[in-house]
């Protein structure tokens, strides 16, 4: 059974800095991307970025330059490093799994896993 835990989430000021991080287990293989997405109150779902086995990552346009995506492959873990965090950043994060999927993409239609997700709140 494929399982997704993210953690790391929290309550931080603006300007301040978290790192997400989600566990996996229960992969066949290791041909999968990995995604962060979040989701605000009253807003949808929208991706955040995206690992590809290989290293290739990919953010949306909010957050390039102040997040980091990075998978440890050993650990079977994906981090979301994330700094100089707005209020705006404030949602539930999700991490997610796109099987045979090799590069990293935010549309959300190919992640077949998902995890139940983490809340961050960004403090004005």
């Known amino acids: 059974e494929v399982q997704l835990v993210e953690s790391g989430g929290g309550l931080v000021q603006t300007g301040g800095s978290l790192r997400l991080s989600c566990a996996t287990s229960g992969f066949t293989s290791d041909d999968y991307a990995m995604g962060w997405f979040r989701q605000a109150p009253g807003k949808e779902r929208e991706g955040v970025s995206s690992i590809s086995y290989d290293g290739t990552t990919y953010y949306d346009n909010s957050v390039k330059g102040r997040f980091t995506i990075f998978r440890d492959n050993a650990k079977n873990t994906v981090y979301l490093q994330m700094y100089n965090l707005k209020p705006e950043d404030t949602a539930v994060y999700y991490c997610?799994?796109?099987?045979?999927?090799?590069?990293?993409?935010?549309?959300?239609?190919?992640?077949?896993?998902w995890g139940r997700g983490t809340q961050v709140t960004v403090s004005s």
């Open positions: 997610a799994a796109a099987m045979g999927v090799r590069v990293a993409t935010l549309w959300a239609g190919v992640y077949d896993y």
